[in-house]
Nanobody, 124 residues
Framework: QVQLVESGGGLVQAGGSLRLSCAASGRTLGTYGMGWFRQAPGKEREFVGL????????SYADAVQGRFTISRDNAKNTVYLQMNSLKPEDTAVYYCAAARRCFGPTVPRDFASWGQGTQVTVSS
């Protein structure tokens, strides 16, 4: 099973940017579709976006479409989440997760491995 570790979270002002990284170990990341989720206090974990095994395809939640971009470097076993034009409502713990399929899944139960999460706080 692949182990995942997120980094890059922090405090940023509204309108700012952050880039999260998700480093994998244990198995080759290129065989997994990779997703990003987030969870705010008192709310359910929600889908942010997904990138296919090869990186050729991505999908995003409506709330982040046009502002967030997922990319991956399979040679470095790392996936990235570039977040621009951040809003206070983007404040949450962000998780990366490895999917059992290359593309398609958007619900937590379809993801086999999870990182520990990284906090993103956007101030107004």
């Amino acid at each position: 099973q692949v182990q995942l570790v997120e980094s890059g979270g922090g405090l940023v002002q509204a309108g700012g940017s952050l880039r999260l990284s998700c480093a994998a170990s244990g198995r080759t990341l290129g065989t997994y579709g990779m997703g990003w989720f987030r969870q705010a206090p008192g709310k359910e974990r929600e889908f942010v976006g997904l990138i296919s095994c090869s990186g050729a395809s991505t999908s995003y939640a409506d709330a982040v479409q046009g502002r967030f971009t997922i990319s991956r470097d399979n040679a470095k076993n790392t996936v990235y989440l570039q977040m621009n034009s951040l809003k206070p409502e983007d404040t949450a713990v962000y998780y990366c997760a490895a999917a059992r399929r290359c593309f398609g899944p958007t619900v937590p139960r379809d993801f086999a491995s999870w990182g520990q999460g990284t906090q993103v706080t956007v101030s107004s």
